[in-house]
């Protein structure tokens, strides 16, 4: 694999365990791309900080010491450990900190960076944001990131709760970035993955970052088209197979097509409940006069981990 090919994965820490349990997939990832990984914590500014942003000469005295129990470090800390127990950084090689500059951000970042053993990246990054969802979507623009990874909630919001609670932080932060996002939630290698396809441009385009991200994890992958009413049968199944067609002639092969009729975000979720990841395009319109992308719907309804490919 090229320099080109290289995946570049961002990791958000923070918010549960659920982040973690992404590094292991993206090791998995990286054992057959050699992809840079960054692992991301942003610390809001209510933690202590004075409104300006993170006290730059408080930092500098501070931030460079892992014994510190500050916000971020002990997660990022975590982090490091988990990828020196699986051979993606070697045990006992130690960096400093260091502090960048960015422009329009008064608190900057810390930065520590490792080689990992084919010669990726591994670089850990701490900031501190007023807004959460907009330093991630920063990081993953300056980062160039193909995906971003973020821990969300196995148990999705439902009834009153989630009509009076804010939108989870994951769910935000895959509306916001650019890139392919993934929300893990029970994120574990080795199992099939679930592409769903549509009949429309938008599906089709998607087909090519999905062949190449799968030839970096090396899962078996299962295609799935779901027909909103009968009258949609055929077009469904016309998806499923030019769907097949491609991967087979980009080199992923799937393992089995299938095609549903019913309601596409209730089948896709109830399907999908099997499989480590379900894979959907970021729809511009909906598969049906709901009003909302059904990749974002499933995102928020599964209780398994969701990639929305960007």
């Given at each position: 694999m090229t320099q080109d090919d290289k995946l570049?994965?961002?990791i958000c820490i923070g918010g549960g365990p659920e982040a973690y349990a992404g590094l292991r997939?993206?090791?998995r990832l990286s054992k057959t791309s050699c992809?840079?990984?960054?692992?991301?914590?942003v610390r809001p500014l209510d933690s202590g900080l004075n409104s300006g942003g993170l006290e730059v000469r408080v930092a500098r005295e501070n931030v460079l010491d892992w014994g510190l129990e500050l916000p971020g470090l002990r997660q990022l800390k975590r982090a490091r450990d988990i990828l020196v127990e699986l051979g993606e950084i070697e045990p006992g090689h130690s960096r400093e900190w260091k502090y960048r500059e960015i422009t329009g951000d008064p608190a900057g970042e810390y930065v520590r960076d490792y080689e990992?053993?084919?010669g990726g990246l591994v670089s850990l990054r701490l900031r501190?944001?007023?807004d959460v969802t907009t330093a991630v979507s920063d990081e993953a623009k300056r980062f160039n990131a193909d995906v971003v990874i973020v821990g969300a909630s196995p148990e999705p919001l439902t009834g009153l709760k989630k009509l009076f609670s804010r939108k989870p932080l994951a769910?935000?932060?895959a509306a916001h970035v650019r890139c392919s996002?993934?929300?893990a939630r029970n994120l574990e290698p080795g199992r099939n993955h679930l592409v769903c396809v549509q009949?429309?441009?938008?599906s089709r385009a998607m087909l090519p970052m999905v062949s190449r991200y799968f030839q970096s994890c090396q899962y078996p992958v299962s295609i799935l088209s779901v027909a909103p009413t009968e009258a949609d049968l055929a077009s469904a199944q016309k998806a499923a197979q030019e769907a097949a067609e491609i991967l087979g002639k980009l080199g992923t092969t799937p393992a089995e097509i299938l095609v549903e009729v019913g309601d596409p975000v209730e089948t896709i979720t109830t399907i999908g409940y099997d499989f480590s990841l379900i894979l959907a395009s970021e729809s511009l319109k909906p598969w049906f006069a709901k009003g909302f992308s059904v990749s974002h719907e499933v995102a928020e309804k599964a209780r398994n981990s969701v990639m929305i490919v960007k």
């Open positions: 570049r994965i961002l997939y993206a090791v992809a840079d990984i960054t692992l991301l914590y990992n053993p084919c501190t944001a007023a769910l935000r932060i996002v993934i929300l009949d429309t441009d938008q």
